[in-house]
């Protein structure tokens, strides 16, 4: 996403040249106060995407559930897995169903697999 939103062709400087071309820019404001107030959106623009993409459950605990260097001699993703679990107040079976029916997370709330509706 933030390939996207920071592209090569970045809009900051032909959104600026528009406002300076067809718009009054006297007042209390400069160019490099436009130019950090469209950097906000875009960096709010990415917070957004990142929050509200649809990710494996099996990379949102690989991404945020390991700090257990208690249990290094199991494989990694069964000591995530299993701190997950911890965390989420299950038994580390019931992630292993999650994970095998497909259930994936966004904005930190866990969802069942999708179905496609046909119209």
Do not use: C
Not at 7 to 36: M, P, Q, R, V
Not at 46 to 61: C, F, G, N
Not at 88 to 108: I, N
Request: no cysteine; net charge negative.
């Amino acid at each position: 996403m933030e390939d996207i939103v920071f592209s090569e062709k970045d809009i900051t400087e032909d959104f600026l040249e528009d406002i300076l071309e067809n718009y009054s820019t006297e007042g209390e404001w400069d160019e490099w106060d436009l130019i950090a107030w469209i950097r906000e959106i875009q960096l709010l623009i990415v917070d957004h995407a990142a929050r509200t993409t649809k990710v494996p459950l099996k990379d949102y605990i690989g991404n945020y559930f390991d700090d257990r260097p208690d249990l290094v001699e199991q494989p990694e993703f069964v000591h995530q897995q299993f701190n997950f679990a911890n965390k989420q107040d299950v038994r580390p079976s019931q992630v292993t169903e999650w994970l095998k029916k497909g259930f994936f997370v966004v904005d930190d709330f866990l969802y069942p697999p999708s179905r496609d509706l046909h119209r």
